[in-house]
């Protein structure tokens, strides 16, 4: 049982190596963060700071080369990868820039396919389907195909496939960065509504800076670091974790 003071997200001095035509390119150089259960943050910096690749680490679409990454107390880097998938698949949900949405299938298809994977019945994940496209603004819409729905409503169908297992984790990278910015603070609105009514903990990767200010929290990354941590109160006072 994980204590009650313990982040849900606890990583240690974490590094990731990649090699480029036979040289070491170090993209994650000593990462160290905690993220709590209903955290709101955001990951910003300029490109290649490494924002993308500690995402895919934390959901375990990546290894790093070095350190730890616990999730509910538990070091991933010590799981078997079949560990590593029931863990991911039981509790992180992911949003792309890319919808990744199935094209011959409907909406509803879409938003049930996560569950049909780990068995569940129709029975089961019709219903459960049916809500989070109600609850993402799409109730009308669920017998539209992808190439039926606009980008936004795409957007919208891959977060309520997400959210179909209820992961406790969601991780989006720069999920609004191909909507236009109608579309995108619409987007950005639901991700606040999830995170307010469901106590889901979000992490985002985004280069909208409107987005980001309305968070809570926001890490900075800069050539593989952590270059500042920042915490806003509700009356948008800031104040720099130590």
Known sequence: ??????????????????????????VLRGIDL????????????????????????????????????????????RLSSQRLAALRNRNI???????????EFTALENVQMPGLIQGMSRGESEPRARRLLEEVGLGGRATHRPGELSGGEQQRVALARALLLEPPI????????????????????????????????????????AFADRMPRTVRMRDGKVEQDLHRSTDGAQAQAD
């Open 1 to 26: 049982m994980r204590a009650v003071s313990e982040p849900l997200v606890r990583i240690v001095n974490l590094t990731r190596t990649f090699h480029h035509l036979g040289r070491p390119l170090e």
């Open 34 to 77: 905690e993220i709590r259960e209903a955290d709101f943050v955001a990951i910003v910096g300029p490109s290649g700071a490494g924002k993308s690749t500690l995402l895919h680490c934390i959901g375990t679409l990546d290894l790093p080369t070095s350190g730890q990454i616990f999730i509910g107390g538990q070091d991933l880097t």
């Open 93 to 103: 949900g992911f949003v792309f820039q890319f919808h990744h949405l199935l094209p």
């Open 170 to 209: 969601l991780l989006a990278d720069e999920p609004t960065g191909n909507l236009d910015s109608a579309t995108s603070e619409s987007i950005h609105d639901l991700f606040f509504s999830i995170n307010k009514k469901r106590g889901t903990t979000i992490v985002v990767v985004t280069h909208n800076t």
